[in-house]
């Protein structure tokens, strides 16, 4: 139907040129050469052909060579010709167009070849971008109906992929499909019949083309009418295939990362009970043996003896409620629920609170403060900034030789105001510091790292601030963090 309308088309463009020409030339004939109107002539076969094809050509070159023969060769009104040069000016005119209309309609096919293959490269070029592309699946599934809807124009595309054991509609765009036209092309199994591709034949009626990989069948893309052309339909064909692997890609990348977060979830999870078991078994431990003795001693233990015993029962369940208040911030870090609540405090006061909230039993024995009353306030949230403290304290607790000192120290940069936490302890190699604030990190020999240094630098990190490990003086650990000032004058009680 189509080809038909465009030989009208071409065909009464060739005449209505032809007659325009005739027109234009009349008035002047009896001073033009014989063969100057076949030249002139020339161009509607020329624009005919383009237009309308080969039939459209072929027309325009029958009626040209009878609007030359009658108008301009003598007799003029008549098919006779006066002299037997001009039969063969005629006939040349005649021949010299077919071949003019086989030329220029090879040319125009050509063309038109050179077109539908830019198209199509353009088109497989735009589909192999979806295979490079790092997309979700539900982002790929309504690109690819949107895209086949585009390129081949039908009314209506419809993706179905496996799901819960059978094929479902994931993505549609266009006219949408009823449930009787879908049943047609899919299996009471739920299985597309054959898993092939229902291409053949002609009409409207909904068509499905399975979308396979090596590693077997993916999905069915539904159409509502495909394209005629056998090129089309082998495109169509190259399309499908690319799309197979486009989603087969997305579906393992989209695998791949659930069995990743997977296997971190368990990693973190052993991780955790590793971390834990042994700070959970030696307070409980301690808690066990001295309410033991406490009730089934066979001796008469003395006063003393029991505040001793009842002292450590206190501060060992003191450590178990540190152990379970880290696991509890870590929780809160992890899922994105950490808002420091800033106040200007004093860096002292913030010291009184870690030294206060880690008790007698579990701070350090030997401990020295070094942090002057006159020092800049601190915007920070005070709670925070004191787990973080108490924290570096307990830790430097655990490493520090019997005798020596822990060292708290503040003082002021042009910025903040730089605290640290000092022990004389064995210290931690320069290359396992990199990663001493990581969770469950075991990294160095002396096992120093913790979840209690993560909390930490969580902590700090809040106030948009960094840690840091230093070497101290005495060969042992410094850890160092910065402040940021506060504008207010008055702190907070």
Not at 131 to 157: C, D, K, M
Not at 245 to 266: F, I, K, P, S
Request: glycine share 8%.
């Amino acid at each position: 139907m189509v080809s038909v309308c465009r030989s009208v088309t071409g065909t009464s463009v060739a005449v209505g040129l032809i007659a325009a020409l005739t027109l234009a030339m009349v008035p002047f004939r009896g001073h033009l050469a014989v063969a100057t109107p076949g030249l002139v002539l020339v161009i509607p076969v020329v624009v005919g052909t383009i237009a309308g094809g080969l039939a459209a050509g072929f027309v325009a070159v029958v009626v040209g060579s009878v609007v030359y023969d009658l108008v301009f060769i003598p007799p003029y009104g008549t098919l006779a010709v006066a002299h037997g040069q001009y039969w063969f000016t005629l006939a040349v005119y005649a021949v010299v167009m077919v071949i003019v209309v086989r030329v220029v309609n090879a040319l125009d096919r050509a063309h038109s070849d050179a077109l539908t293959h830019a198209t199509e490269a353009r088109h497989l070029f735009e589909l192999s971008e979806l295979l490079v592309e790092e997309r979700s699946v539900a982002e790929l599934v309504e690109t690819i109906v949107v895209t086949v809807r585009t390129v081949f124009g039908t009314r209506g595309v419809a993706l179905l992929l496996p799901v819960d054991d059978r094929l479902r509609v994931v993505a549609a765009s266009g006219e949408p499909f009823s449930e009787s036209e879908l049943s047609s092309l899919v299996s009471t199994s739920g299985l597309p019949v054959g898993l092939g591709t229902n291409m053949q034949g002609g009409g409207d009626e909904p068509r499905a083309v399975a979308l396979t990989t090596p590693g077997g069948p993916v999905g069915l893309l539904v159409l509502h009418n495909v394209p005629g052309a056998l090129t089309d339909r082998e495109l169509l064909m190259t399309f499908a295939n690319h799309l197979a692997l486009a989603l087969e890609r997305a579906q393992l990348r989209q695998t791949a990362l659930h069995v990743g977060t997977l296997e971190e979830v368990d990693r973190l999870r052993r991780s955790l009970v590793g971390a834990v078991s042994h700070d959970l078994r030696t307070p409980l431990a301690t808690i066990k043996i001295a309410v033991s003795s406490l009730r089934y001693s066979d001796s008469n233990l003395s006063s003393e003896e029991q505040s001793e015993m009842l002292a450590l029962v206190e501060s060992q369940a003191d450590r178990l409620d540190r152990l379970v208040t880290n696991l509890l911030d870590m929780t809160r870090i992890q899922a994105g629920a950490l808002e420091p609540r800033h106040q200007a405090v004093r860096a002292d006061a913030i010291v009184d609170d870690a030294v206060e909230a880690l008790g007698p039993a579990n701070g350090p024995a030997n401990l020295q403060v070094d942090v002057p009353e006159d020092l800049p306030l601190v915007d920070v949230d005070r709670l925070l900034v004191a787990q973080a403290i108490a924290n570096l304290l307990e830790n430097a607790a655990r490493f520090a030789p019997e005798g020596t000192p822990v060292t708290v120290r503040a003082a002021t940069t042009p910025t903040s105001v730089r605290m640290s936490v000092e022990d004389q302890g064995p210290g931690v190699p320069p290359t396992d510091r990199e990663g001493i604030f990581e969770m469950f990190s075991r990294r160095d020999a002396g096992g120093r790292a913790g979840l209690g240094l993560a909390i930490a630098k969580a902590f700090v990190e809040a106030h948009g601030r960094r840690i840091w490990l230093e070497d101290s003086s005495s060969g042992g650990a410094c850890f160092v963090f910065d402040l940021p000032r506060a504008t207010a004058l008055v702190a907070a009680s």
